[in-house]
């Protein structure tokens, strides 16, 4: 099982959540909220409204999101799902654990007792230079105030 936190559609109540709950594409395991340690920029952009945290350590703010334990099968549904490498990368992440549902065994615990755990996070180096100037978010919500509508894919 890999870690992974999501922090734009996939999180419970957002519209591509209905992905994560669908073990016909793998396990996904709720464990817990968190916030990336580092402070990155999240920005909405493209014609789609799509939600990116641009991989510029440093910038922006702390990303809210949720961590889930997710198997081999949806680990790859997941590459596949973000366009992964070009449109997203996959990077391991510090990730300060907010609250923990996690039930997992003393290993599992521990790696939370410091309130730091390590996830793969899709977030982006490849994107037009003009989204470093867009709006940053601290979380996401796809019926948020900033009042930009995502568009499925299914609607595209």
Known sequence: MARVFVYGTLKKGQ????????????LAKFQGRGRTVEKYPLVIAGKY???????????G?????????VDEQMLQ??????GCPDMYQRTLMRIQVVE?????????ARAAADGVLEC?????ATYPPEWVGLPY?????????????YVLRESR
Not at 15 to 26: D, E, L, R, S
Not at 49 to 59: A, E, K, S, V
Not at 100 to 108: D, Y
Not at 120 to 124: E, G, L
Request: a negative charge.
């Open 15 to 26: 519209p591509n959540y209905k992905h994560m709950i669908n073990t016909a594409k793998g």
């Open 49 to 59: 409204n799509i939600p990116y945290m641009l991989n510029i350590p440093g910038t």
């Open 61 to 69: 703010h702390h990303i809210a999101g949720e961590i889930y334990s």
């Open 77 to 82: 549904f997941l590459d596949e799902f973000e």
């Open 100 to 108: 923990w549902e996690g039930k997992g065994g003393a290993g599992e």
């Open 120 to 124: 793969f996070v899709y977030s982006t």
């Open 137 to 149: 978010y601290d979380s996401y919500d796809s019926s948020g105030k900033h009042g930009l509508s």
